[in-house]
């Protein structure tokens, strides 16, 4: 798939839902690959030279194809509807009612142009209309999945009812188990609601339908293998997706999770060292291999990424905490790990781990008791082992041990193997208060 098809796909998914995410066009529903051109008639041949023309965006080429297979065949709908994806793509409004008004008219008992009608008002936001007219065609070609497909979209997108979105995909399925989007989709909602177990084989079957066309299917299964933890299989998934679209940086980023298994930090980074070359505007590469980089302890490596992603998207919140935290533990540049996290806690104010690294800043500028308040306030938003420990840190160090104490023991109660259990528990023999055991 080129990087033209893709961004036509995205224009799909923004306009009709991600069960259309594998449809193309938008209002022809069928076969549109050239084959054997030679054997085709000469209709035939203007109609695949149109679809071709409309896969290169070149929509006043497309047109004129289609213009003659009309000429060639004017009682077919299909050059009509043809007609109707050129001026889309030119955004004539006139021209695509006109077209699809014709196409109507041809085959008033047919389905296809009442769905394609449906797009087209769905597109300009008369959504109840495309609704009562997707359900029309879903009566005139019970054994069609296109209407139900899109009845799944309107649901899961501008009625926002996943439930009711799930039900049209499976009845699609139902009527056609192997049809890509209604899979796709189903698979997609699915893993939205962190099933990645239920998610999967409809997604596996997606994958198929779709073969070499299209990278979504793969990405999206690639996505539930590693929601899944099978972190072998979503890799083979990303590279799937990557053999299809070679440039498709979305398939680095969640290549690189998968060598997580492993411990391949290189291997991770290099990954989203491509993923950013390919999509320089997309934070999540920057923001990613600062936290690689902070693991490792290459402290000025991780500044920089961390910088980089802020720059790409001022709002990330997360980069901001990122960089106060790698600065207080360090002790460094704590004017500006103050103004970091300020502007994290601005940006997400009530979320508690954003107070704990305020708390671990203040404490490393040297006002104790101004880290308490703040980590007392997020323990009062969320309590967390981590909270609970930094307070009790804070209070040891303030001399103030009984209170100390019951921090740091409430920090192991809540989760007794957390990342700094073990400090945690030195903390409490060294002062003798770890309690007997019984």
């Known amino acids: 798939m080129s990087k033209k098809s893709v961004y036509i796909v995205q224009i799909i998914v923004a306009l009709f839902g991600i069960g259309n995410a594998l449809a193309l066009p938008l209002f022809y529903f069928g076969d549109t690959q050239q084959k054997n051109v030679v054997s085709k008639s000469p209709f035939e041949i203007a109609l695949t030279k149109g679809y071709e023309a409309l896969g290169m965006r070149k929509a006043s080429e497309a047109k004129s ?47 296809e142009p009442v769905i394609a009608m449906a797009r087209y008002r769905y597109s300009r936001k008369f ?24 009845l799944g979209d309107l649901y899961a997108g501008t009625r926002q009812n996943p439930d009711k979105a799930m039900e049209f995909y499976r009845e699609a399925i139902r009527v056609a188990p192997t049809h ?30 779709a073969g070499d066309k299209n990278p979504l299917p793969s990405m999206a299964l690639g996505r539930a293998y590693a929601q899944a933890k099978k972190w072998k299989q979503a890799q083979e998934t990303f590279t799937r997706a990557l053999t299809i679209e070679p440039d498709l940086a979305e398939a680095y980023l969640g290549r690189s999770a998968t060598y997580i298994e492993k411990g391949s930090r290189d291997t991770m980074i290099a990954d989203l060292r491509k993923a950013e070359e390919l999509n320089p505007r997309n934070p999540e590469a920057a923001f990613r291999i ?9 402290a000025k490596e991780a500044y920089e990424s961390y910088e980089r992603a ?71 938003l969320r309590p967390s082992a981590d909270l ?17 104490r019951g921090n740091l023991l409430k920090a192991l109660q809540i989760q007794p193997d957390f990342g700094d259990a073990g400090d945690a528990k030195n903390r409490l023999k060294q002062s003798e208060l770890l309690p007997k055991a019984k």
């Open 127 to 150: 959504y109840d209309d495309a609704e009562a007219m997707l359900r029309k065609a879903a009566k005139m070609d019970p054994q069609s999945a296109v209407p139900l497909v899109d």
């Open 290 to 298: 600062g936290m690689l980089q902070q693991e490792a302890g290459a």
């Open 388 to 404: 609970y420990y930094h307070l009790g840190v804070v209070q040891m160090e303030m001399g103030h041990f009984d209170e100390a």
């Open 310 to 380: 802020i720059r790409i998207e001022p709002k990330l919140a997360l980069a901001y905490n990122n960089l106060a935290w790698l600065a207080a533990t360090r002790r460094e540049r704590l004017a500006e790990a103050l103004a970091w996290i300020q502007k994290a806690r601005s940006l997400v104010p009530k979320e508690p781990s954003f107070y704990d690294t305020h708390g671990w800043v203040l404490r490393a500028k040297g006002d104790l008791p101004a880290a308490v308040t703040v980590l007392s306030q997020g323990i009062a």
């Open 65 to 111: 194809f289609f213009d003659e297979a009309i000429r060639l065949d004017p009682k077919s709908i299909t050059p009509w509807l043809g007609l109707a994806d050129a001026a889309m793509l030119a955004n004539d409004s006139a021209a695509i009612e006109a077209a699809l008004k014709k196409a109507t008219e041809l085959a008033p008992d047919r389905a």
């Open 180 to 209: 890509a989007g209604a899979n796709y989709a189903l698979g997609s909602l699915l893993l939205a609601r962190k099933d990645a177990l239920g998610a999967i084989p409809f997604l596996l079957a997606a994958q198929e339908s």
